[in-house]
């Protein structure tokens, strides 16, 4: 099922008094369209994006990719229409046609999180809609034509944001009879709602801070912006030692009378490292990703599979800031080897090695370590969402 998402960014921002197209203001030291492109790239749960540009903003579009981007997720662009409406329109237009389920967000709403993206992929794939919404915490006052005011009860409404996310055929239908039928709306859930009934509203973590920058005040208070996305992860991993494998630890091979034993080169501390990386991106355990059920990973070098790791690390928008592993082994000494596998675990990582810490430790002959039936090791690393 192919899933883009059509990034409406062709507003001219009036009301924000910018004297130009907001989404190409600075938003705390980066434009509101690169971080929200960036918000969408990182969810990794899209085949690909269309952007919707007037023309006019093409070169600022451009300038935003050399400076923030790449942006690869973005795979065609649109242009912008006289309308929100006719904009959108043009992206749905500009959409492969195998396109199954698509996700329509406001450049305007850089804040937007993977859990709230995904609240509403997984929403249209089940119903054909999915709405992000909020409860509405103010009273509403309802102007009737005849100058009377109503009180609508606030526990029934919401207030809805984008992304609006729905079965591609039926949003682009909706769109296109509203187009010959000149039928006016201020979402698209309107419009969905217009040809096919009510919408699906879905709740997520991180709804209520997924604002839209509308006026020149949002962009005067900006300190919730520099504000770094901290995320920590910790691992685990243990095997046993057997006789005719080789002993690795952090990538560097030991001279030991025995080794690790595992589907893998049973690399335990890189085991835990990894394990450490994907919790704190949230996607689960390296068991999920490289079952030992798979050939291919009969034997595979842990230090290649820590690649395919930092792979998603960096297309979820993150970076290590520091990585902390311990050992434990009762035999053999450990210390000698230190100063290699700080330096093997910080090229794995991408960073410094005044980032990374190894260390070992026994046990007082307790335990499976101690008893040198095996060896175990832990690791917790910290991730920095990059700005």
Same mark, same amino acid.
């Given at each position: 099922?192919?899933?883009?998402?059509?990034?409406?960014?062709?507003?001219?921002?009036?009301?924000?008094?910018?004297?130009?197209?907001?989404?190409?203001?600075?938003?705390?030291?980066?434009?509101?369209?690169?971080?929200?492109?960036?918000?969408?790239?990182?969810?990794?749960?899209?085949?690909?994006?269309?952007?919707?540009?007037?023309?006019?903003?093409?070169?600022?579009?451009?300038?935003?990719?050399?400076?923030?981007?790449?942006?690869?997720?973005?795979?065609?662009?649109?242009?912008?229409?006289?309308?929100?409406?006719?904009?959108?329109?043009?992206?749905?237009?500009?959409?492969?046609?195998?396109?199954?389920?698509?996700?329509?967000?406001?450049?305007?709403?850089?804040?937007?999180?993977?859990?709230?993206?995904?609240?509403?992929?997984?929403?249209?794939?089940?119903?054909?809609?999915?709405?992000?919404?909020?409860?509405?915490?103010?009273?509403?006052?309802?102007?009737?034509?005849?100058?009377?005011?109503?009180?609508?009860?606030?526990?029934?409404?919401?207030?809805?944001?984008?992304?609006?996310?729905?079965?591609?055929?039926?949003?682009?239908?909706?769109?296109?009879?509203?187009? !010959?039928?000149?039928? &006016? %709306?201020?979402?698209?859930?309107?419009?969905?709602?217009?040809? @096919?009934? +009510?919408? =699906? /509203?879905?709740?997520?973590?991180?709804?209520?801070?997924?604002?839209?920058?509308?006026?020149?005040?949002?962009? !005067?208070?900006?300190? &919730? %912006?520099?504000?770094?996305?901290?995320?920590?992860?910790?691992? @685990?991993? +243990?095997? =046993? /030692?057997?006789?005719?494998?080789?002993?690795?630890?952090?990538?560097?091979?030991?001279?030991?009378?025995?080794?690790?034993?595992?589907?893998?080169?049973?690399?335990?501390?890189?085991?835990?490292?990894m394990d450490a990386l994907l919790g704190a991106l949230g996607e689960g355990d390296i068991g999920r990703l490289f079952p030992d059920s798979d050939p291919q990973y009969k034997g595979a070098d842990s230090m290649k599979l820590l690649q395919i790791v930092m792979e998603r690390v960096r297309a979820r928008g993150c970076r290590v800031?520091?990585?902390?592993?311990?050992?434990?082994?009762?035999?053999?000494?450990?210390?000698?080897?230190?100063?290699?596998?700080?330096?093997?675990?910080?090229?794995?990582?991408?960073?410094d090695e005044t980032r990374v810490n190894v260390k070992a430790t026994t046990t007082e002959r307790m335990g499976f370590e101690g008893e040198e039936t095996g060896i175990s090791a832990q690791a917790v690393v910290l991730l920095v969402k990059n700005a």
């Amino acid at each position: 099922m192919s899933t883009w998402a059509v990034i409406v960014a062709a507003g001219r921002g009036e009301r924000a008094g910018m004297g130009r197209n907001k989404v190409f203001c600075d938003f705390g030291g980066r434009s509101v369209l690169g971080r929200c492109l960036s918000a969408f790239q990182s969810a990794n749960l899209f085949d690909g994006a269309a952007i919707v540009l007037s023309p006019q903003d093409e070169p600022l579009y451009r300038e935003i990719c050399e400076k923030e981007g790449p942006f690869p997720l973005v795979r065609c662009i649109a242009r912008g229409g006289e309308t929100r409406r006719d904009s959108v329109f043009n992206g749905l237009q500009a959409l492969p046609e195998d396109v199954e389920i698509v996700a329509i967000h406001d450049a305007a709403r850089p804040f937007v999180s993977r859990e709230v993206i995904e609240a509403t992929l997984i929403s249209a794939r089940e119903y054909g809609s999915g709405v992000i919404c909020t409860p509405v915490v103010d009273t509403i006052k309802q102007l009737l034509p005849d100058g009377s005011v109503a009180t609508p009860d606030r526990a029934a409404l919401r207030a809805v944001q984008t992304p609006q996310t729905f079965d591609r055929a039926k949003i682009a239908a909706a769109h296109r009879r509203a187009r !010959e039928e000149n039928l &006016a %709306a201020t979402d698209d859930a309107m419009l969905f709602e217009h040809y @096919y009934g +009510a919408v =699906r /509203l879905v709740t997520a973590p991180g709804a209520e801070e997924n604002r839209k920058l509308t006026n020149r005040s949002d962009f !005067e208070s900006d300190a &919730a %912006a520099s504000i770094p996305d901290f995320r920590v992860g910790q691992g @685990y991993d +243990a095997h =046993r /030692l057997a006789e005719g494998r080789r002993l690795v630890l952090c990538g560097v091979e030991i001279p030991h009378d025995r080794g690790l034993d595992g589907h893998s080169d049973a690399d335990v501390a890189v085991h835990a490292l990894m394990d450490a990386l994907l919790g704190a991106l949230g996607e689960g355990d390296i068991g999920r990703l490289f079952p030992d059920s798979d050939p291919q990973y009969k034997g595979a070098d842990s230090m290649k599979l820590l690649q395919i790791v930092m792979e998603r690390v960096r297309a979820r928008g993150c970076r290590v800031g520091n990585a902390d592993i311990t050992i434990v082994a009762q035999r053999p000494k450990l210390a000698g080897f230190m100063p290699r596998m700080r330096e093997r675990i910080a090229e794995g990582l991408g960073v410094d090695e005044t980032r990374v810490n190894v260390k070992a430790t026994t046990t007082e002959r307790m335990g499976f370590e101690g008893e040198e039936t095996g060896i175990s090791a832990q690791a917790v690393v910290l991730l920095v969402k990059n700005a």
